[in-house]
């Protein structure tokens, strides 16, 4: 019974997605926020402890390691 209301439901999900074009859906995730990098930091031990303590300062802080380059801790955050 579960299974036919989520294909229910994910069927209409996918028919408002197509009238729409998905415009409607990009503009509500856009005006919401977004993720960015806030700052970077080299990828030494100091500067993974920098990039900890400046965490708090920003909504949803998390230090990632820049997948490109590795060279950087990269201080991700959302952006209201």
Known sequence: MRARKLA?????AGSVV??????AVASEVTAQGHWKV???YPAT???WRDCGNAVVNVAKGDCKLNSD???TVDLWGWES
Do not use: D, H
Request: aromatic share 4%; glycine share 20%.
């Open 18 to 23: 197509t009238m729409t074009g998905g415009a």
């Open 38 to 40: 806030f700052e970077s």
């Open 69 to 71: 380059t590795g060279a």
């Open 8 to 12: 229910a439901a994910c069927l209409i």
């Open 45 to 47: 031990p100091q500067g």
